[in-house]
Every structure is written in C-alpha cells, then in structure tokens.
T-cell receptor, first 119, second 115 residues
C-alpha cells in the first residue's frame, strides 16, 4: 500500500513551453502533497505544500506563477512549469501523506520522480 | 529552524563489512528523524524512522539507527553490506508543527559497495 505515481517519468520540451507533471496516490487518499526539486548530486528542496481544495503554500524563493500547483482531489496533484527555460531542468519529485489517524502523520510516500529537460 | 548534516558525501565499503552513515541534526522541537534510500531511477524509500519511542530503531534490509539526543546524532548502520545496498541515502528531519510535517533533507551520502 501507499504507492505514489508520477507521470511522465521524463519529459523534454522546448524553451518557452509549459509542462504539466501529475502526482497520484494510487491506493490511498492524500491529505497533503508536497513537491520537491532535486538538482544533480544535490539534496531535495521543498518547493511547495498543497492541501486538497486549497491554494498551495510555496517555499521562500519559489515563484508561484512559474510553478503552478493544483490539488483538485485527494488522489491527484499537478505541477505545471510555465514558460520553461533551461534553468528549470531538474528532477521533480512529489510525495503524499496518508489520510489516516492510524498512520504516523508525518510519514511521506514518494513518487519515482519526473526528469524535466528544457532545450 | 531545523537542519541535518550528513558528514560524508561518499562512503565506500567492501561487501560483507559494516556500514556507517553519519548524520547530525538540529531542531527546535522534539524531532522525528528518518533515513530514506534512493536507488538510481527509483523513488525514495523509507528505511526507518524515529518518532520519540525507542532510541534504537530497526528498519528494513538490516539497517538500524540510534537516536542520541546528547550528541544530536542519528547515524545509520548495517552489520554487513550487500551489493544491493549501493545507493544514495538521505537523513531527514521533520518539523512536527501543523497537520502535515515539512521534511528537511540532508545533502545525501552515496554508498558504494565493492567486491
């Protein structure tokens, strides 16, 4: 149980276009989903936290108009990189916390990541 | 503010020898601490977690970690390394404030296992 998927697993796009990445909790309802960015040989940096049905909370330094997050249901969150540029190339990872009182509330389940390359 | 410091960016061990990956943390609260492993092209997998219960935590695949408050450490160990343990390991601290905690990741330790 507690499987999180991401789609696509990798994407290449031209500079100036927008790219949407989906994050789904496959077998549980996710109260909260998180989006991270990981640079090569670097740690994961939290970009934003999203709760179902409300606006995402962005970390300092993350442009909310650049990285649009939508969390329309308890099993789906999307990250749209708008007007992508080469510096947006990175590995984007989502995670989700499970809606269950029986589970340690701060255990996050991670998706496999999406590699974005902007040409 | 919370933070974690992974003291080694790269550790190399021979198969069958012990593994020690070091982690120190800083937290204003009683922290929850985690170790995650990331294999190439795979998602992050939780190895073990400490949430204020027993200070010696046993995880999957023979890994364990000991929470030492006096040393603010949470080092990861395994008695005997296996080739399949080669991966990137992240020490993570959780901010318990709010309904969903924010995780702060260390910079990672790449474990290499040689024959």
């Amino acid at each position: 149980g507690a499987v999180v998927s991401q789609h696509p697993s990798w994407v290449i796009c031209k500079s100036g276009t927008s790219v949407k990445i989906e994050c789904r909790s496959l077998d549980f309802q996710a109260t909260t989903m998180f989006w991270y960015r990981q640079f090569p040989k670097k740690s994961l940096m939290l970009m934003a936290t999203s709760n179902e049905g409300s606006k995402a909370t962005y970390e300092q330094g993350v442009e909310k108009d650049k990285f649009l997050i939508n969390h329309a249901s308890l099993t789906l969150s999307t990250l749209t990189v708008t007007s992508a540029h080469p510096e947006d190339s990175s590995f984007y990872i989502c995670s989700a916390t499970r809606r269950s009182l029986a589970v340690v509330k701060d255990e996050q389940f991670f998706g496999p990541g999406t590699r974005l390359t902007v040409l | 503010a919370q933070s974690v410091t992974q003291l080694d960016s790269h550790v190399s061990v021979s198969e069958g020898t012990p593994v020690l990956l070091r982690c120190n943390y800083s937290s204003s609260y009683s922290p929850s601490l985690f170790w995650y492993v990331q294999h190439p092209n795979k998602g992050l997998q939780l190895l073990l977690k400490y949430t204020s219960a027993a200070t010696l935590v046993k995880g999957i695949n023979g890994f364990e970690a000991e929470f030492k408050k006096s040393e603010t450490s949470f080092h990861l160990t395994k008695p005997s390394a296996h080739m399949s343990d080669a991966a990137e390991y992240f020490c993570v601290v959780s901010d318990l404030a709010g309904t969903a905690s924010k995780l702060t990741f260390g910079t990672g330790t790449r474990l290499q296992v040689t024959l």
